[in-house]
């Protein structure tokens, strides 16, 4: 098996799974002859043809709510949006149907629809083409979301949600897309809702996910120079959330900082931080810190200001520590 | 409404030459289906001013629309219906009795109290759980459609929806991803005019507009356009006009001077017929009644494939604070 950066794991990934499970059709803009548009679906026209790799059912919100058709009618659909802040026109299939068609049925019906968005920012996108919507599906009884940070884990937790049950909206970090290759097994398989802590460390918790993972990890590099020990957990899957290894890890620093590109207020970390305080108070030697995107639209020119940047990380990390 | 396909006419005579080849067996039933939604309609209408339902969306003088249309449909094809298809609910197979299990939440639900009065679901019918919001369901037809279509399954589905559905984004995305790939679906929409065949002629659909309250009208045009899209021929909107306030005309008593002028229904039919089914709707009540709620608890189940640990967690806390307090009721 080659090494392989996250789209060439994600493209692999899909061509496998689609020839074990007759069940799974593709569908989405541009994902055929031109191999979606960070390659993601490179080839896989070719070699499965028009019957498993729809190109394009009338815009995202067609191809979303065309793929919960799908799914209740018994096939395993992935639509994949070309960026994550085009899946709105699905929104309402996304929240109201996708999510809820095993609960309003009784379980008579399921929707194991796999949603790929390719979000964030990194790639001077802009507004349009930047955003980290995880918080808007988190908040979603029924939906699976998962983040994963590297081409390991894409291809292992992409497995997972295949194989699943439910609906899962698949948060690909695109600025990781054409990263560094790493080796990825055949059949690797990550079971969704299991972290991972990727350094360990007893002074500071550092929670991190999808494209700010390698951020939380530069930072810890830095921090380490200054004497100053991290742990930090890849929460890889958000929803639901290993609250297990999350409650371990602040167990053993007591100090915890979260690192995420959406904004601030009532994003991803607002969930951790309550949680946190929730259920591990007693442990707590320092004020949760949240370093995240501000509540602003995703800025153009001044993205680099607005993204969690190694710097602010290790400044949270500093100022936890030395609480 | 001389535009409008119509089987159905003021004079017997001229209705015998417009039905074909209608068996007997299919004229009753259709009949029939007219006068058990109506008999449910005005239980639940009671139900509704009693209080002892907190909502219901009658089928009224659309009943034919709902029903005649599920009936041109066969085993194995899919129905997506609205808060407003009971009759088509009857239709594929759904009993007076598991219907009001659903209309009064009683714990033998299927769902579990989980939906509104009339927000049935019915997987051995292949009626797809009622879903709220409008029109969403045209463009999950179309996809179910589009699916069978990848998987050379030779059967069709049926959208069925009110007017204020075609106002909704979804009403045309759903058309034109059918048919461009020439999916085998029909449209079957409740319009109080005619007003759909440009738009849905511009999402490359066909237009048929019928009678609303002739349900023989409505059987005949859905199966026809069920036909054609197993055919491969590509989807049809069926816009089945049912006038507004007065001027529409009950449909079962429309079709019934053509059945008894056949010789297959009459008085004493219609008053046997319309006493058992009072009798069943009446126990199906008491018995929905008398089932009581499913237990609090089922609230946590099929919300995923598993129950992770909030709910888990959520469902311990409840569970207690019943046990704490006693209560049966939570306020």
Known sequence: MPDLNMAQAINRTLSAEMQRDESIVLLGEDIGALGGLFGTTEGLLEQFGEGRVVDAPTGEGGAIGTAVGMALYGLRPVTEMQFADFVWPGFEHIVSEMARVRYRSGGQYSCPVVLRLPYGGGVGGGMYQSQSPEAYFCHTPGLVVAAPSDATDAAGMLRAALRGEDPVVFLEPKCLYQGSRVRVEDGHIVPLGKARVRRQGTDVSVFAYGSTLPVALEAADDAAVAGIQTDVVDLRTLLPLDIGTVLSSIAKTGRAVIVAESPTYCGYGAELSATLSERALLHLEAPIERVTGFDVPFPYVHEDYYLPSKRRVVAAIERVANF | ?331
């Not at chain 2, 159905?8 to 299919?26: F, I, P, Q, S, W």
């Not at chain 2, 029939?32 to 969306?57: M, P």
């Not at chain 2, 009936?71 to 598991?98: N, T």
């Not at chain 2, 023989?216 to 049809?236: K, W």
């Open chain 2, 1 to 331: 409404m001389g535009e409008l396909l119509t089987i159905l006419a003021d004079d017997v005579e001229d209705t015998e030459r417009n039905v074909g080849d209608l068996l007997d067996a299919d004229l009753t039933a259709l009949y029939e289906s007219l006068v058990v939604t109506r008999i449910v309609d005005e239980r639940c209408a009671r139900l509704q001013q009693s209080g002892r339902i907190g909502f219901w969306a009658p089928s009224g003088t659309s009943a034919a629309v709902s029903a005649g249309a599920a009936r041109a449909f066969e085993d194995g094809d899919w129905l997506y219906p609205s808060y407003r298809d009971i009759g088509a609910f009857l239709v594929r197979g759904g009993s007076i009795e598991q219907l009001f299990t659903q209309v009064l939440s009683s714990r033998d639900d299927l769902a579990r109290g989980r939906q509104l009065p009339g927000h049935a679901t019915l997987p051995a019918g292949r009626f797809v759980s009622v879903s709220g919001p409008l029109a969403t369901q045209i463009q999950h037809a179309a996809g179910t459609a589009l699916a069978m279509k990848l998987r050379n399954d030779a059967h069709a589905v049926l959208a069925l929806f009110g007017v204020a559905a075609t106002d909704q984004a979804a009403f045309q995305i759903g058309l034109s991803t059918a048919a461009r790939h020439a999916a085998p679906v029909v449209f079957v929409c409740r319009c109080p005019g005619v007003s759909l065949a440009p738009i849905v002629k511009a999402n490359g659909v066909a237009p048929v507009s019928v009678d609303g309250t002739d349900i023989l009208a409505v059987y005949m045009a859905a199966r026809s356009a069920r036909e054609a899209a197993v055919a491969g021929a590509g989807p049809t909107l069926i816009e089945a006009v049912v006038p507004k306030g007065t001027e529409a005309l009950e449909p079962a008593a429309r079709l019934r001077p053509y059945l008894e002028h056949r010789g297959v229904w009459d008085a004493g039919r219609e008053e046997e017929f319309g006493r058992r089914c009072e009798e069943r709707v009446a126990a199906a009540v008491a018995l929905a009644e008398s089932a009581g709620p499913p237990p609090a608890d089922t609230m946590f189940d099929d919300v995923w494939a598993t129950r992770p640990w909030m709910l888990q967690e959520q469902s311990r806390k409840l569970r207690r604070l019943q046990d704490r307090t006693g209560y049966s009721t939570p306020r």
